[in-house]
């Protein structure tokens, strides 16, 4: 791969769209778009705040679970690089506001990877700075 196949306009265009609706999909608690935006496989990860997430079926029960409650955030910053035409990553630091009104800064970085279905996260991680 060259440097000229990294952040193809057309491809980065692509994931970053992908990208706007999944957060739009984590602010509502869209669990559908959630579930379908990341890759149906026993292989997917997603790494949240305190859980540890491994399959399609964890990644799912756990958005069903969750409180559809205090979800909203702000982005801070949104980096997306792809890599040829199929592989991308999304990093976002955000800011959102605690139950107690205090103000916590995260940040989530995913891996996407362009099936036959679309842009899919692959890997997820969550955390928050302290």
Do not use: C
């Amino acid at each position: 791969m060259s440097d000229s196949d990294i952040n193809l306009p057309a491809v980065r265009a692509e994931l970053t769209a992908a990208s706007d609706r999944y957060e739009a999909a984590l602010v509502a608690n869209d669990v559908p778009v959630l579930q379908e935006l990341f890759w149906d496989s026993p292989h997917v990860i997603r790494f949240g705040a305190t859980e540890n997430l491994y399959g399609t079926a964890e990644i799912e029960a756990f958005r069903k679970a969750r409180p559809a409650v205090g979800l909203a955030r702000k982005t801070v910053r949104r980096d997306v690089v792809t890599f040829g035409t199929d592989t991308g990553s999304v990093t976002v630091e955000f800011e959102r506001t605690n139950a107690d009104g205090t103000p916590q800064r995260g940040r989530q970085s995913q891996f996407w990877r362009r099936f036959p279905a679309g842009w899919r996260v692959v890997s997820a991680h969550v955390s928050a700075i302290k």
